[in-house]
């Protein structure tokens, strides 16, 4: 869900469901024709999940470059993924639920 698909309003924000969140991914990786857009992370999935010691860079900036960061990055931080490089951010970097919700504020995903 990017930021500009999010309504106005006064009601305390509410996450989105999972479901709501592989639709809004799936719709970020169709292009104007209606043709699903391959993520790179499909071609090369082995660097999402770097070795020990490795920071994932490559992986981070093609993130960076990704039409679904955001929502992506939403997603992990909404399943609780602890495991890989979603949206460009690490686990550690997402770390424990309140760090959750204030990287997704950051990232002005959230109210």
Excluded at 4 to 13: C, K, V
Excluded at 44 to 65: E, H, I, Q, T, Y
Excluded at 84 to 110: C, E, K, N, T, Y
Aim: charged share 20%.
């Amino acid at each position: 869900m990017s930021a500009e698909a999010l309504p106005a309003t006064s009601e305390p924000w509410t996450p989105p469901t999972l479901f709501q969140l592989e639709l809004a991914i799936s719709r970020a990786l169709t292009d104007e024709y209606g043709d699903r857009v391959p993520p790179i992370c499909e071609s090369a999935p082995f660097l999402w999940f770097p070795n020990v010691g490795d920071p994932g860079d490559s992986a981070k900036d093609a993130c960076m470059r990704c039409p679904a960061q955001r929502e992506c990055l939403m997603y992990a931080a909404i399943a609780g993924e602890d495991r890989g490089i979603w949206g460009g951010v690490a686990h550690p970097g997402r770390g424990s639920m309140d760090r959750r919700l204030d990287l997704l504020a950051l990232h002005g995903l959230i109210p």
